[in-house]
T-cell receptor, first 115, second 113 residues
């Protein structure tokens, strides 16, 4: 049962344009969402997060949007740069209780930004 | 700056061998996690530890065990390695608080032949 889904395995974008990566979730208990970026042969690095009390969070070129009613979030990268080429993972967590901050990850989307 | 190190970047083992993967963190984080990453499946949680000597099964614990005798060290053990355990193994840590960000090590690429 895949509770977090990234339905696009790959995305190709021209340098300077916008990259939009999408993520859907099914578990209504999730209330905190994160995006990670991963280069080959390296561990994932945290990029940006959003709490369910917000619908948008922005950090420089990266913006995450959350649509709770649709159980959908997206990551926008503007403008895209060749160095952004990596695998992007969406992750979700349910705050509190005995979750201990466990994250449920999506399958990942390979972003390629062409010069 | 959080530092999470893993004992090996690449490892090749034979079927049936007992395998130890070590993870060490230097930030006094209480929570530690072991994931495996496979193409098309993302990261899947194997085991986690919320405190020293405490452990909980994740989503795919079969064939694995863990040990956490000291706060900074979390070991993943493959009791009898099998070819379907060939994967990238990632360790992560977290300091409990209001955010749920986890910090990852560089990973160990394990091949079981």
């Amino acid at each position: 049962d895949q509770q977090v889904k990234q339905n696009s395995p790959s995305l190709s974008v021209q340098e300077g344009r916008i990259s939009i990566l999408n993520c859907d979730y099914t578990n209504s208990m999730f209330d905190y969402f994160l995006w990670y970026k991963k280069y080959p042969a390296e561990g994932p690095t945290f990029l940006i997060s959003i709490s369910s009390i917000k619908d948008k969070n922005e950090d420089g070129r990266f913006t995450v949007f959350l649509n709770k009613s649709a159980k959908h979030l997206s990551l926008h990268i503007v403008p895209s740069q060749p160095g952004d080429s990596a695998v992007y993972f969406c992750a979700a967590s349910a705050l509190g209780g005995t979750s201990y901050g466990k994250l449920t990850f999506g399958q990942g989307t390979i972003l390629t930004v062409h010069p | 700056d959080v530092k999470v190190t893993q004992s090996s970047r690449y490892l090749v083992k034979r079927t049936g061998e007992k395998v130890f993967l070590e993870c060490v963190q230097d930030m006094d984080h209480e929570n530690m996690f072991w994931y495996r990453q496979d193409p098309g499946l993302g990261l899947r949680l194997i085991y986690f530890s919320y405190d020293v000597k405490m452990k909980e099964k994740g989503d795919i614990p079969e064939g694995y065990s863990v040990s956490r005798e000291k706060k900074e060290r979390f070991s993943l053990i493959l009791e009898s390695a099998s070819t379907n355990q060939t994967s990238m193994y990632l360790c992560a840590t977290r300091n409990p608080g209001l955010t749920y960000e986890q910090y990852f090590g560089p990973g160990t690429r394990l091949t079981v032949t």
